[in-house]
Every structure is written in C-alpha cells, then in structure tokens.
C-alpha cells in the first residue's frame, strides 16, 4: 500500500552551539490567518511550558474505566535526504544535559539497557530501545522525540493513575494493551511514554506486540476500494500540484542550487529534509550554486496547507480513511464493549504509530479541523461509566489534550440535543458497526471494500 505524503512539518533540540542562523521566530500567539511557518512551529511541537490539557475531566460520579492511546512517533530525523547536500548535523545521542531535557531521561536510559525480560514479538526484539547515534540514521528518533513522550506520559499519568486511579501499583500485563511497528521510532516512542506512565515499569509484565502494518489493520487488510479510494486522492494531490506555479519555480530553483534535474528533487520529497533543519533550528543547506531559503520552505508549506483544506472538500480521502482505519475502530470498540460489560483486561492500550496511522482516523472519525498530526500527537479514548445509572457508559475523545468528542460526526446532534458532557458509548459502536458503511451503499466492511462506486 502505497501512502500519502505527510502534510505538514518537524522540529528538535539546541544541540552543541556551532554558529547557526536562527530560522525561527518568536511565536507567541496564533496568526490570524493560515501562516506556513507558524504552523510548520506548531508541528514541531518542540517541549517548552507545561502543557494544558482536558484529559480525564468529568463531572464527580463519573469512573474512568478504559483508556485507549493512539500515538506518533516523536521528533525524528528525515526519511529523505536533499540530494548533493550534506546531511542535516544532529545528534541523536541521549544526553540529559542538554536541551530539550527531562528530569527522568538519565534514569530512562539506564532502564532501556536492561530490558532482556521484556516479550517484544518477533523483529521488535532486536530493535534499539533508545536512541544512540551521534549522528543520526535516517528515520531515528531524536532527543527531542523521546523527551516528547517522556512529557506524553506523566502528563498521563498524572491524569489518569494519581487522579482517576486507572492502574494499582500491582498491575499485571493483562490490563495493558501494547502495540507498535516495527521501526525504531515507534517503539522508543512507546517505550519513552510507558516509562513516565506505568506506577512501575517492570519488564517483565511488558508484552509488545509487532504490527506490520502501519494502519493497524492486523487481519482485515485485503481490501481494494480502500487502494482505490488511496489511488484517487493521490491523483488530486499530484494535479494540484501541478497547477501551482509559484511552487514549480521553487523546486526549478532549488534543483539548480543543488545541481540535479528538478523531477529528481521532487522525487527526494525535500520537504521531510527541510523540515529537520527548520524544527531543529539549524539553516539550510547550501552549496557553491546558492542556498536553500526560508522562502522556499514558505512556498513548500504553503501548498501543503492548500492540499490539506482542498483534501477535505474533495472527499477522496475521507473514503480511503472510513475503509483504512476501520480495523483499527472495530478492534477499539470491541474492546470498549468488553469492558463496559464489566472485563478487568486492557483497560490501558496504547498504539505507537505514525502521522498516516493518526491523520485517517481523524478524518473517519470527522474531526475535520484537527491539523495534520504533529510529532508526538496523541488521540486518546476515554470510556466513562456513569456512578448514578451503572449500566450506562459514556466516551470522552481527545487529540493533543482538546476535546474533540462532538467535532466527531456521529456525536455532533447529540451534543446538541442533550447536555451530557461525553457521547453515549453506543454513538460509537453504531458508527463504526453500520454507519462507517452507508455511504459505500453497504452494510459491512466486506461488502464496502469490494462495491466499486455507482
């Protein structure tokens, strides 16, 4: 399966200070209209103050029963290099010392070495636990994008084990449920947040499981109108791009600064490069021809943002997302269901995943003015369980600490008939059971993978 290309950008630490041109302003508030490099700051999600966030709010005779996490990965480095350029120099050693830190990064690392009794299924055993390249492979997780999720859980932590009490102390690996892909990224990244979250991390109630696929859908991945559907979108992607003049002229610029025919820098996706240098703070390459500028970042960005509000007009996506991520939603409202009936296991589940794992739930979901899924996004479930009338359950939904639970499509009329402040646990099922298919003209997920449109 073949995927879309990310839509929206990256950031890291201050690393050893070599003479570096600043590339970031100072960005205090949100502009009032759309403005690439505020939203490329945005996606870095660099770790500064503390963050506020609206997990685990409910009125008093509410329990919390069941948490399901869905991540990204952290702050990583490119997949893609800019070709005749030299690579962007970060350090993807740990060191506590420097910025952006966390008080309990040394300790981490010191736990990460001795994880022999963990059960990592099948290739996730003989991935790094952490980081450790001073400088970094492509693809690796950087300091940043630990120290990301080492954030990620206390503030989870704090919320739903100190407050609400999700876990006891004694908790057992049944209660959790843990999976990842098999990159690197994906695991430090879950490993990072358990480490910050978990009452005690103990390896040997860790029991990860490997998915190869990145939308999660383990099983029920045979599906053609979803590869269709993915086919089409990436059609409208690449005929906006071609109507965009001001952005051919950028990539003809840059090729001829870096001395390569402009259908080859296209093809190296430099923007995933750029991205590192800008979250990074650390300037753009040059070479003896020129350099890469901030105005070619703008002009990049730009035209993602133009693809991302044109993306949601034109529906194309939201087709693929509905089929895509339907394995993902049964599988979470299976297990929802299961723990409303009163079952004790995998009342904590988190998914380590990546931004084509994050950015079509959102969109199935109808949570249509979510931005692009930043590094170390977290979508968060929240069942509740109504004290007064037990049998009833409710859920909360929660991307990057806002709640999202009436942006959702099968919630909005409910919100705005009743006063309750979550969506009934029912809401959910019917969608992801029958309404998920209404628009296929089908009943189930068989039949709407294999109807081709009328």
Known sequence: LVHLIPVNPVREDGMNPKSRKRIIPDLLTEPPEIDPVYEAHVYCNIPTAAERSMEGHAPH??????????????????LYAIPKTKRPDIDCMLLPGRK???????????????????????????????PSHSLCEMGELTQTGVVQHLR??????????????????????????????GKSRTLQSALALLYTFLPDFDWKRINMRHQWSTIFCSGSCDCPMRNHYLEEEQRRQYSLRVQ??????????????????????????????LLCYFCHNVSFPCTKTGCIGMEHFKVIKRHQLEDERERQEKKLYFLYALLATHPL?????????????????????????HDVTLSPVLSALGITE???????SRLVFELWQDGKRPKEHFIRI?????????QTSFCKDYYKRFSKPMCPLEKLVSFVKRD???????????????????
């Open 61 to 78: 005779y509410f329990k919390l029963v069941s948490v399901q996490v869905l991540i990204r990965h952290g702050d990583r480095y490119p």
């Open 100 to 130: 952006p830190s966390h008080p309990q990064l040394e300790a981490f690392m010191k736990h990460m070495s001795k994880g022999s009794a963990a059960q990592l299924d099948g290739s996730l055993s003989s991935l790094p636990r952490y």
């Open 152 to 181: 990620n859980g206390q503030l989870l932590r704090d919320i739903y084990i100190n407050k609400h009490k999700l876990l006891p102390s004694d908790w057992t690996a049944k209660q959790l449920y843990l999976e990842t892909t």
């Open 244 to 273: 965009n003049n001001d952005l051919e002229k950028i990539y003809v610029d840059m090729a001829k600064i870096v001395g390569i025919p402009t259908r080859q820098l296209r093809a190296s996706n430099p923007i995933d490069s």
């Open 329 to 353: 939603l049964n599988q979470t409202v299976n297990r929802l269901q299961r723990i409303a009936e009163g079952k004790k296991e995998e009342v904590f589940v988190l998914y380590s995943a």
């Open 370 to 376: 979510a931005r692009f899924p930043r590094f170390a």
């Open 398 to 406: 929660l991307y990057n600490g806002a709640d999202v639970t009436f």
């Open 436 to 454: 998920m298919f209404l628009i296929f003209n089908s009943t189930s997920y068989y039949d709407a993978c294999r109807r081709r449109p009328l």
